[in-house]
């Protein structure tokens, strides 16, 4: 079993609070890294989509009563999202006797339906915390490349090649599409929701023009940001804010948007090997959201980020706020001999970074230009994580 960095953060959230709430994908990994806690801790599962399981929650007070001495983790929470109003007495009846921590462990595939139950009934008494795919720094090094042509999801990136690995990622956007998106109530036909998948896919890393894609499928442009916001909940699609300031200068504020998962992406498109990859157009952007969501995974929660960019075409792909006046400007380049563009160095005399880098596909570590650093992506988010200590 590979190894997920967060199980540490994992434990210690729940060793402070009475209930985490930990998101993600469907086939993210969430139950195989909640079980691997469940062990030492007497932890009980219930996977609520399973009749027999749900059935053992309908007195759910009696049933927390006679399991106290357990952490009791219940999967696919935003099911029965009524569950979350008793919880609330039974946290604060297990407070005033002593149990302050540990108590529930809740793991959703749909953050914002579950973001909003937990804030409404569990404010003050519950944590976040979103399990993101395969990483860079969790796979050997001599993996890159295969992690961002097969993407994070566990069961795609160790299939036994890219044929399996392939199938499983087709698998897993028709089950979305066809069973998962219908059973958390919106009523959009499969056929339209898999074209707005593709065209997001097709304009990876691309500003998101809601009139565009409207034309496409031949909707409302509201429509489609309605769309856009459902792909967003259930975090199988990134929107990337545009990063504001004090410049005068125009900026372009439409968001860019990603299919979080490289994978997914190449699937969608039906990018069947690394070589078809390596010369399909969508190339730069698939890189470009591949390197930004591994960075993402290692900011602290505090950390705001987001890309600038303004009508003169000065760019920065990603810029991070990390709090104490560190803020960093991140190019984005695939090419083993990465060049700074013009437009970079404008950016940066707007914004003034406190450091300029430029991750790319190589291992070495090297300055390019009197104040900008090339660097690798598992360097990056070496630094991200000593910079958030």
């Avoid at 469907?26 to 009980?44: C, D, E, M, Y």
């Avoid at 462990?105 to 944590?127: H, N, P, Y």
């Avoid at 005399?349 to 390019?368: H, N, Q, S």
């Amino acid at each position: 079993m590979i190894e997920k960095k967060i199980k540490k953060q994992l434990e210690y959230l729940l060793d402070k609070s009475p209930a985490v709430v930990l998101t993600g994908p469907r086939q993210v990994g969430k139950t195989t890294l909640a079980l691997s806690i469940a062990q030492p801790q007497k932890g009980i599962y219930l996977d609520l989509e399973l009749p027999s399981n749900l059935a053992k929650v309908t007195d759910i007070e009696e049933y927390c009563r006679l399991n106290s001495d357990h952490l009791l983790i219940f999967d696919e929470i935003q099911h029965i999202p009524d569950l979350f109003a008793p919880l609330r007495g039974i946290i604060d009846e297990r407070r005033r006797q002593g149990k302050k921590t540990g108590q529930f462990l809740f793991l959703g595939s749909a953050s914002m339906d579950l973001l909003k139950q937990t804030s409404e009934t569990l404010a003050g008494r519950i944590v976040y915390c979103e399990l993101f795919p395969l990483t860079v720094d969790e796979v050997p090094s001599n993996d890159l490349y295969k992690l961002w042509y097969r993407g994070g999801f566990p069961e795609s990136f160790i299939a036994e090649n890219d044929e399996e690995s392939l199938r499983w990622r087709l698998d897993f956007i028709k089950t979305y599409l066809e069973r998962d998106i219908p059973q958390l109530g919106p009523r959009i036909p499969a056929e339209t929701l898999r074209r707005f998948w593709t065209m997001l896919a097709h304009n990876q890393g691309q500003a998101f023009n809601a009139a565009s894609f409207a034309k496409g499928l031949e909707v409302k442009g509201i429509t489609t940001s309605r769309y856009l916001d459902l792909m967003v909940d259930l975090l199988l699609v990134r929107r990337l804010a545009s990063w504001t300031s004090n410049s005068r200068k125009r900026l372009v504020k439409a968001p860019k948007t990603f299919v979080r998962d490289s994978g997914i992406c190449h699937a969608l498109l039906g990018i069947k090997t690394l070589d078809e990859l390596l010369g399909h157009p969508v190339v730069g952007g698939s890189w470009e959201g591949f390197v930004i969501e591994n960075i993402i995974s290692s900011l602290p929660r505090y950390a705001s980020y987001g890309y600038y960019k303004t009508a003169g075409g000065a760019e920065i792909d990603f810029v991070i706020d990390l709090g104490n006046q560190e803020l960093w400007a991140i190019e984005i380049k695939r090419s083993l001999a990465p060049k700074i563009s013009k437009g970079f160095y404008i950016a940066c005399e707007d914004l003034k970074p406190t450091k300029k880098f430029i991750v790319y596909a190589g291992d070495e570590r090297f300055p390019l230009a009197k104040d900008v650093e090339v660097i690798s992506l598992r360097d990056i988010m070496h630094e991200i994580n000593i910079a958030s200590e």
